[in-house]
């Protein structure tokens, strides 16, 4: 049974920081590609960043120079850092799993983002 479960969410003022973590679990975690999105109310989810098994990261060009992710391989753990957070980042963040080999994905229940101007 695939599991991703996200952690780390919560109210944080502007400009300040915050660290969301996934846990996944069930998986060939080293097969996938794996990756963060956000929905705010009344818009459509949208891809943060994501980050490949070796490493190769990619960014939406909203949150470049503030947010890095980062996985742990031995320990089946992706991590989003949130610097320098700005009210628009209000979101609830989703922890994304994606088979390099058929593009079948899985996601996590979310994490709400809050942040205070």
């Known amino acids: 049974q695939v599991q991703l479960v996200e952690s780390g969410g919560g109210l944080v003022q502007a400009g300040g920081s915050l660290r969301l973590s996934c846990a996944a679990s069930g998986i060939i975690f080293k097969i996938y590609t794996m990756a963060w999105y956000r929905q705010a109310p009344g818009k459509q989810r949208e891809l943060v960043a994501s980050i490949t098994s070796p490493g190769i990261t990619n960014y939406a060009d909203s949150v470049k120079g503030r947010f890095t992710i980062s996985r742990d391989n031995a320990k089946n753990m992706v991590y989003l850092q949130m610097n320098s957070v700005k009210p628009e980042d209000t979101a609830v963040y989703y922890c994304?799993?994606?088979?390099?080999?058929?593009?079948?994905?899985?996601w996590g229940q979310g994490t709400q983002v809050t942040v205070s101007s």
């Open positions: 994304n799993a994606r088979d390099v080999r058929d593009f079948s994905a899985f």
